[in-house]
């Protein structure tokens, strides 16, 4: 079964090229372990937004936890979703139906 994470933060201004350089490394060596079928990052305004589709070689590799334990070495680069009382917001579910077209 397929299902999708969506893992949202904020950085501080003066942190994010720095911190990307390090995610967009980490990101990538997580790539190898062959639990993420795919993925997408954006950056909006100062919140980075993750996205990405998992197998169900999730549970054995625990990429998403790895990476969430990765993110906490940088809480002092993150900032405070005062309403959830978090660095980080996660939501995830099952993916039931998809419809994949490329552009590219």
């Known amino acids: 079964m397929r299902f999708m994470k969506t893992i949202r933060f904020k950085l501080k201004p003066d942190f994010l090229d720095d911190f990307l350089t390090e995610y ?10 062959g639990s993420i079928d795919s993925y997408f990052t954006a950056v ?3 919140e980075i ?25 940088f809480k ?15 939501e995830s579910g099952a993916i039931k139906y998809e419809n994949r077209i490329s552009t590219l």
């Open 24 to 33: 967009h490394k980490v990101t990538e060596a997580a790539i190898k372990d």
């Open 76 to 90: 002092h680069m993150l900032q405070l979703y005062s309403h959830w009382n978090s660095y980080v917001i996660v």
């Open 49 to 73: 937004v993750y996205i990405g589709t998992f197998n169900d070689k999730e549970p054995v590799s625990n990429t998403i936890q790895r990476g969430l334990d990765w993110l906490d070495n």
């Open 44 to 46: 909006v305004e100062d």
